[in-house]
């Protein structure tokens, strides 16, 4: 059964990986299973034909069969539910593994993106720069905790899992900023996860989709 | 095997029910699971034995056995997969209905937890009353395509889910606001969701933490 995601056909970050077809790919790529990607436009993004599969008009989206997903978390999960290699067997830590998927969407990623969205939104306002220290602090209140829950270990709970490949992804969206490097032992846990040979292979195929060096796909 | 979560001493709501151990006490009355509250102070919840249950210093959290469980998306979810009530048999289904929890926690709650909290981050600054017309935009904008897809239907996929207990729950929090007033079949599927029998249990037995007309506990 083909595995088809959708991913930016013109990516802001223009091959950086910060796309969350990147989670997507990188999590397909752990457990070895094949995919083909269909490339969409802005505009296509907010046709009713994307909003079928995507109700709030986003990439990326997953179909399989009779299946239509949305949701990076959601897709990322159903990929670990069926495939080895993202979810422990225990119970009792696979049940972690995905507590830390979820701490990664709902608790660490909302801040880091009001951080980035700001100069999209808000660059031209009176207020940017003042309001521009707010966010970084409230950014910082979650590394803090996250960083010591870490420590130096490898990964966020025994074995890499979906948990650390969600949180490896959000973390990354500080990349343009200097507040990662407050943090040696995220910086090294980001470092950790982006020199596995499934992320580099995820990489490598987001950024052909903008070099043109492969075809896109996985 | 005894359940306990925990929950605030001291809500900021005082029994409004926005909390998110709410969603935890509406989970397990669907599925009919007894479970213990320990109530925890601020200033407890930013203690060592506290954060080792959860490391951001948050509630709610849910022991059960040798389990420790933080993120109400996850606990919500290990309700949801060991007892029938909350996630439907068929698989592409079930598959949908977690994709609308993580719809609800990383789409939804993010620009309704932004528009919650500016009050208390920025009421005093300069800029605090532009930038909630910007603040109400983007919860529009989410509520568009949220009340486009839930159309004339009862529920998001199908029958009730776990997917629906978090976006109803989520939706709630824009309590205090008119905005859900503009979108008359959002406004409904809250009410449909505050109607059934396992919510009102739940409400009341939060509720009860701050009247003291009935001990803590489900």
Do not use: C
């Not at 299946?67 to 993202?86: P, Q, T, Y």
């Amino acid at each position: 059964m083909t595995t088809t995601i959708t991913a930016f056909e013109d990516s802001p970050d223009e091959g950086q990986g910060l796309a969350r077809d990147m989670r997507v790919r990188w999590a397909l790529e752990e457990v070895g299973q094949p995919y083909d990607v269909r490339l969409v436009s802005f505009a296509e993004m907010k046709e009713p034909a994307h909003r079928a599969l995507h109700p709030f008009g986003q990439i990326p989206t997953y179909e399989e069969g009779d299946l239509v997903l949305f949701e990076s978390g959601a897709i990322i999960f159903h990929i670990a539910e069926r495939h080895a290699g993202l979810l422990p067997d225990d119970a009792n830590a696979r049940a972690r593994a995905i507590a830390w998927m979820f701490a990664a969407l709902n608790t660490v990623e909302p801040p880091i993106v009001e951080l980035e969205q700001a100069p999209y939104l808000e660059r031209d306002r009176s207020w940017y720069e003042e309001r521009l220290v707010l966010l970084e602090d409230r950014v910082r209140v979650r590394l803090d905790d996250l960083a010591h829950r870490l420590g130096d270990a490898d990964w966020l709970d025994g074995g890499f899992s979906a948990g650390d490949l969600m949180m490896v992804m959000v973390l990354r969206r500080l990349d343009g900023t200097d507040i990662l490097r407050e943090y040696p032992n995220l910086a090294a846990y980001v470092a950790r996860g982006e020199a596995r040979p499934a992320y580099k292979r995820a990489f490598d195929d987001q950024l052909a989709v903008f070099t043109g060096r492969r075809p896109a796909g996985g």
